[in-house]
Nanobody, 121 residues
Framework: QVQLVESGGGLVQAGGSLRLSCAAS????????MGWYRQVPGKQRELVAA???????NYADSVKDRFTISRDNAKNTVYLQMNSLKPEDTAVYYC???????????????WGQGTQVTVSS
């Protein structure tokens, strides 16, 4: 059983900052990519940022230079530092991990329950 537990969402004024955290726990052999996605009602879930176990990162154009993704491999935890927040960043943010539960299985996607981020204008 694998769990991804997110924390750090909330309400912030435009221009403010928030830091999201996501800890993966349970039967985990290895984690390849960890990432953050977001979704607003009526729209598809979109990638915000992702990071490999080696530290390579990828960002959506809309958040480049404002958001920073990082991870602590020893703690199976990924972070998203969000600065200069805009009202259009308002969404439910989901943590994602591409991981193996045992060495001989193929990687599978796991998701957190989501955390609400609301940016007021």
């Amino acid at each position: 059983q694998v769990q991804l537990v997110e924390s750090g969402g909330g309400l912030v004024q435009a221009g403010g900052s928030l830091r999201l955290s996501c800890a993966a726990s349970g039967s985990i052999f290895s984690i390849n990519v960890m990432g953050w996605y977001r979704q607003v009602p009526g729209k598809q879930r979109e990638l915000v940022a992702a990071i490999t176990s080696g530290g390579s990162t990828n960002y959506a154009d809309s958040v480049k230079d404002r958001f920073t993704i990082s991870r602590d491999n020893a703690k199976n935890t990924v972070y998203l530092q969000m600065n200069s927040l805009k009202p259009e960043d308002t969404a439910v943010y989901y943590c994602n991990a591409d991981l193996r539960t045992v060495w001989y299985t193929s990687p599978s996607d796991y998701w957190g329950q989501g955390t609400q981020v609301t940016v007021s204008s």
